[in-house]
């Protein structure tokens, strides 16, 4: 995500963050619902931690809580074997979570093939998961990459990150000192975390050319 996109997404939780803790109750739903429907908005950890919120829990309105946490944390796939308890999500909401989605599959893997793409997003053909990656995810500039036609992938050099989850931080620390004390940091490391140049070159060039006719995903 880059600078200008960072600031924005700053402002915007800010502005949340200091509406919601002035409210209660069921005046906080509305606020998680633009929240989680905000095109710009990709983290929510700020305002799921506010104490007002978590005393959501345990009342009428806990499952707007389990949203929250579902947005900061989850999937579509999670979303869908828990779609009986959860509010119906509106179209919205949907085309986020399925964003986020790309985001944590790119955590563990820079190259996602097309076929795992499809079945996580329930996309159901080629074009329309094309249409996605550029339309919604590249020029969202939530990741760089690029579609590989031949090979059915969708290379991702960077993708931004997403919050973090319960207890991971301390796994993130755990990992960089061991990395740290067997020297195992080097310029690779940095490439394997910013990409190859062609692949940035290659959203750069892509970004810059007509938008293509928009296929839906399916909401």
């Not at 999500?89 to 985001?103: A, E, F, M, W």
């Amino acid at each position: 995500m880059d600078m200008e996109l960072e600031q924005k997404q700053a402002e915007i939780i800010d502005e949340l963050v200091r509406r919601a803790s002035t409210c209660n109750g069921e005046a906080l739903l509305p606020i998680i619902i633009e929240a989680t429907s905000h095109p710009s908005l990709f983290a929510f950890s700020e305002i799921l931690a506010l104490p007002n919120v978590a005393q959501l829990e345990g009342s009428t309105h806990s499952v707007y809580v389990d949203v929250l946490r579902l947005f900061a944390h989850g999937t579509w796939a999670d979303y869908k074997c828990n779609a009986s308890r959860i509010p119906h999500l509106s179209p919205d909401q949907i085309l986020k979570l399925k964003q986020l989605t790309v985001l944590t599959l790119a955590e563990s893997n820079k190259v996602l093939p097309y076929d795992t793409l499809m079945a996580e997003l329930d996309v159901t053909n080629v074009r329309q998961l094309e249409d996605f990656l550029i339309n919604d995810c590249m020029y969202a500039g939530i990741v760089r990459g690029k579609l590989d036609q031949l090979k059915r992938c969708f290379e991702v050099p960077f993708a931004a990150g997403r919050d973090l989850r319960p207890g991971q931080l301390g796994n993130m620390l755990h990992t960089l000192s061991n990395c740290q004390s067997t020297g195992d940091i080097d310029s690779r490391g940095h490439k394997e975390i910013f990409g190859e140049p062609s692949g940035v070159m290659d959203y750069e060039e892509d970004r810059i050319r007509p938008k293509r006719r928009r296929h839906p995903v399916t909401r």
